[in-house]
């Protein structure tokens, strides 16, 4: 696992290890050093799975697999539907998502503030951002170290000490509103409590600050701005740009302008970690995108003009950076140094030399080929390494390379049915799919076929039976009744001596 290339493709005919080495090549990406007996670790893997789901749920660890009906909606941004009839707003794809999460990693590091599980999260809106005056409350905020509630009118609820008399202060004064006005102030009064944290938001995607409660409920009418009810916080995290999706799970925020979370909403950890104040390292947190079957999609598609910016020296802060306009969102959008591409690429599907070009330049290479030795040489009688061995030779002599079997077929099999069941259900079929179904070659791959009339039939995979014409149809004038067919079937349940044939004739 030494390389720590930017752009990374794992690539290699099926079952030799590409997907079950993505994750030494992410943890390795994390954190080689804290990691460094979890990676290449068989008898640590479960930990190293373990380990490697809990980066992905921290959203440390993103992964989308390509195809072609996959796009640059999916992966970059796109248009979906909005709460509004006929409204329609920008979302992430995986790609933006995995960069914006490692681009606020890098800002400044937060106020530490370690909560307790009392702790309750708000999210709130101060200043909309599709409001004219939206920047100037947001920048009053910051500076007096409150947040604001625009809801609740010309009232004074310091002495409104219940629900209930707050709703009865608000509809004294505005008996025809919205009843969200009562419920927002008994929000930020009664609910809120010193201790509690609020995620500003931008927008229903970014949290731009972080905010402890520290006083209690105050009604101050004759500020610089229009809004009248404040509470007095600590500003834990100010001016960032942090995505929803590292701080809420699989959620987006409301347009409720102050409401309170259920915690199992929340990536407890992920904030946690944010504001632990431990966030300004000699290195920056580095973040992995793993795209799986990368050949498969339209790489045109899927990157568009984005497909020059993953390259080292075009990344933010790099000698030639690149920046773009997105054509959906109207951002700036550049790709972080601290966010890394690993790619797995099966050749049985596709070589390298017909993969797109623009790819190809932009992305190193590691080929991943059978490890015979991760085979026990002998399974009840077989000798595994070299089956399978002699299997890939002819295969690579009938075919080639890039379609040769993997150890990972036969990885854990440890008995004689075992390596049965994977030959008749996993490798008999892939090479009916490798050859057209062209018998003759499969046989030789198989070290040949028996004729299941004859003693000896069991010591084959395959057998086969030549078709006679003149007891299948009547006689025909335009039927060839010299021309040989056979037929070929695939034993049941193969025996020791069809197995060892393969690899002794």
Same mark, same amino acid.
């Given at each position: 696992? *030494? ?7 794992? &690539?290699?005919?099926?079952g030799?290890g590409?997907?079950?080495?993505v ?8 954190d080689?050093e ?9 008898a640590?893997?479960?930990e ?5 789901q809990?980066? !992905?749920?921290?959203k440390?660890?993103?992964f989308? /697999?390509?195809? @072609? ?5 999916e992966f970059?941004?796109?248009? $979906? ?19 914006e999460?490692a ?6 590091p937060a106020?530490? #503030? ?9 999210k709130m809106?101060?200043?909309s951002?599709?409001?004219d005056?939206?920047?100037?409350i947001?920048?009053y905020?910051?500076? +007096? ?15 409104k000490?219940? *629900? ?6 608000y509809?004294? @004064? &505005?008996?025809?509103?919205?009843k ?7 929000r930020?009064?009664?609910?809120m409590?010193?201790g509690d944290?609020?995620?500003?938001s931008a927008g ?5 600050a ?10 101050i ?18 001016d960032v740009?942090?995505?929803? +999706? ?5 959620k987006?925020?409301?347009?409720? /302008?102050? #409401?309170?979370?259920?915690?199992k ?7 946690q970690?944010?504001?632990?104040g431990?966030?300004m390292q000699?290195?920056p ?8 079957e990368?050949?498969r ?6 990157f568009?003009?984005?497909?020059t910016?993953i390259?080292s ?9 690149i920046?773009?306009t997105l054509?959906y969102?109207?951002e700036?959008?550049?790709v972080?140094?601290n966010?890394?591409i ?5 050749t ?8 797109d070009?623009?790819?190809r $330049? ?7 080929m059978?490890?015979?030795?991760l085979?026990?040489?002998n ?17 690579? #002599?009938?075919?080639d390379?890039d379609h040769?079997?993997g150890?990972a ?5 440890n008995?004689l ?7 008749? $259900? ?5 090479l009916?799919?490798?050859? #057209?179904?062209d ?11 028996g004729?299941n ?9 395959l ?6 014409p ?6 025909r @004038?335009?039927l ?6 056979v !037929? ?6 193969? /025996? ?5 044939r393969?690899y +002794?004739?």
């Amino acid at each position: 696992m *030494e390389t720590q290339e930017k752009n990374l493709i794992l &690539y290699g005919p099926p079952g030799t290890g590409k997907t079950y080495s993505v994750i030494d090549e992410a943890l390795s990406i994390i954190d080689k050093e804290k990691y460094h007996d979890l990676i290449g670790n068989v008898a640590k893997r479960q930990e190293a799975q373990a380990v490697f789901q809990q980066l !992905r749920e921290q959203k440390r660890i993103g992964f989308c /697999t390509f195809h @072609q009906s996959f796009g640059y909606e999916e992966f970059i941004e796109g248009l $979906r539907s909005g709460e509004k009839v006929g409204q329609f707003i920008p979302q992430n794809g995986v790609f933006k998502e995995i960069c914006e999460a490692a681009v606020s990693s890098l800002e400044s590091p937060a106020a530490a #503030y370690h909560f307790t599980e009392d702790t309750n999260f708000f999210k709130m809106s101060v200043g909309s951002t599709h409001d004219d005056e939206g920047p100037e409350i947001y920048q009053y905020c910051l500076e +007096q170290n409150m947040v604001a509630l625009g809801w609740g009118g010309d009232v004074d609820y310091s002495t409104k000490n219940t *629900e209930e008399k707050i709703r009865e202060a608000y509809l004294a @004064q &505005y008996p025809q509103d919205s009843k969200f006005g009562s419920a927002a102030i008994i929000r930020l009064k009664v609910w809120m409590q010193k201790g509690d944290i609020i995620l500003v938001s931008a927008g229903n995607r970014k949290v731009r600050a972080i905010a402890r409660v520290i006083g209690d409920y105050e009604y101050i009418p004759d500020t610089p701005i229009r809004y009248s009810h404040f509470r007095k916080v600590e500003w834990l995290l100010k001016d960032v740009n942090i995505p929803v +999706q590292q701080l809420l799970r699989d959620k987006a925020f409301s347009q409720q /302008t102050i #409401y309170l979370f259920d915690k199992k909403d929340l990536l407890i950890n992920n904030i946690q970690d944010l504001l632990s104040g431990k966030r300004m390292q000699e290195k920056p947190e580095n973040y992995v995108l793993i795209i799986d079957e990368i050949n498969r999609g339209n790489i045109s598609k899927i990157f568009g003009e984005l497909i020059t910016l993953i390259e080292s020296d075009k990344r933010l802060g790099a000698e030639n950076e690149i920046q773009v306009t997105l054509p959906y969102s109207g951002e700036s959008f550049g790709v972080p140094q601290n966010v890394y591409i690993i790619g797995t690429m099966n050749t049985a599907d596709r070589s390298i030399a017909l993969m797109d070009t623009a790819l190809r $330049r932009r992305f190193c290479f590691l080929e991943r080929m059978p490890q015979y030795d991760l085979l026990p040489e002998n399974v009840e009688g077989v000798r595994l390494r070299d089956m399978l061995q002699i299997m890939n030779d002819r295969i690579e #002599y009938l075919y080639d390379r890039d379609h040769v079997l993997g150890h990972a077929y036969f990885l854990g099999k440890n008995t004689l049915e075992q390596l049965g069941e994977v030959m008749i $259900r996993r490798v008999i079929p892939l090479l009916q799919e490798y050859f #057209y179904e062209d018998w003759e070659k499969i046989a030789l791959v198989l070290g040949g076929a028996g004729k299941n009339a004859e003693e000896g039939a069991a010591e084959y995979l395959l057998w086969k039976e030549n078709l006679d014409p003149t007891k299948l149809f009547k006689p025909r @004038q335009d039927l060839n009744e010299n021309e040989a067919k056979v !037929r070929y079937s695939v034993v049941e349940k193969p /025996t020791l001596a069809a197995l060892q044939r393969i690899y +002794q004739w």
